[in-house]
């Protein structure tokens, strides 16, 4: 890894957070210098393969690595879950008129 760049300046209050920051630079330095070229120079497709899939496995590595820093800056708070709830209530009419139904006749609310 002889064109290894020097890690950017980390401006970072906090010591976990920088010490998480660094650690996502040297993930993104061994894809660079040492992953992608094995995915080049790999002779066959299952050497290629695992080369592709260690690329992957570091990209989550850094990913939560990420969340973690994102966890820090807001101070550890989780964020919370999004839900979504679409309902859909059509009724249609033609011909002679659709009786409507009381609570207590055909399970209404």
Not at 13 to 33: Q, Y
Not at 89 to 99: I, K, L, M, T, Y
């Amino acid at each position: 890894m002889s064109n290894a760049k020097p890690a950017p300046a980390i401006s970072a209050p906090d010591p976990a957070e920088a010490l998480l920051l660094g650690l996502i630079h040297e993930c993104h330095a061994v894809m660079r210098d040492a992953l992608a070229p094995a995915v080049r120079e790999a002779p066959d497709r299952h050497d290629r393969s695992s080369a592709i899939s260690d690329i992957l496995s570091l990209t989550r590595a850094c990913s939560e690595l990420g969340d973690s820093v994102a966890r820090l800056r807001r101070g550890g708070e989780e964020k919370p879950p999004e839900m979504r709830q679409r309902i859909t209530v059509e009724r249609v009419q033609s011909g002679a008129p659709v009786p409507i139904l009381s609570a207590g006749e055909g399970g209404g609310v």
